[in-house]
């Protein structure tokens, strides 16, 4: 299938619309600075704003910061939504051949091309399990509807099913296997006008699973891409 891409002016984003009184109990728990809170607040925001239909998605969980904005953003637009959260609950796995770094370690020390099942193991990084997430939540005053896919991606997204669309699809894999995977069977289930915002634009392994999906299948697509702050780009775009 190949098709168009229409583009949200994502660095147009009002970050100023959202003060740091709103998510001032978050902050401390995130790994995401505050423009990248702000950017998942306003994300959820826009697809009740536009009245997209479906659930959201959020690949890469780990101690619940997005989940807990996109929730508030919901709740503050009356239009409460089912998620569905995909996480290993135990840390970012090891690299793979595409990527050029281990998120929050740096210098890649394992075997890139030993075997996939090798490599879905934790590095330790971003580790929190889904009782945290759930306490986490709980504090933040964010109670909805959550299912908590637990896993490692490859062996649970291709198994994903849902009554209704995807409207906003947040993926936060960092690495470059973890992003593929989620865009090859989670992208075809976004709705027309649903969300997709990458969070890990920066690493280069997630960029280039990003550029090479999109070129292959949706090769008039420009996405846009926004930074906000501490190294971190996220990239977003319409689905048509």
Known sequence: HRGDCISWPVMNY???????????????????TKDGLRHGYLSAKYIADAKVPGVVVECGVANGAQV??????????????????????????MAGPKDT?????GLIQDDVDAPLAE?????????????????????????GEYAYHRGWFQDTVPHFHSLLPIALLRLDGDLYESTMVCLEHLYPLVAPGGLVVIDDYALAGCATAVNEYLHDHYPDCRLQ????????????????
């Open 14 to 32: 009002p970050y100023h619309t959202v003060p740091d009184s709103w998510f001032a109990d978050i902050v401390p728990y995130a790994y995401a």
């Open 68 to 93: 807990g904005m996109m929730s508030r953003a919901l709740r503050d637009a009356n239009d409460p939504r089912r998620f569905h959260l995909f996480d290993s609950f135990e840390g970012i796995p």
């Open 101 to 105: 770094e281990q998120p929050g370690i």
């Open 119 to 143: 490599r879905l193991k934790t590095s330790g990084v971003s580790a929190c399990s889904a009782d945290q997430v759930k306490a986490n939540l709980r504090k933040w005053g964010c109670f």
């Open 225 to 240: 891409a926004a930074d906000v702050g501490g190294g971190s780009r996220i990239a977003t775009w319409t689905k048509p």
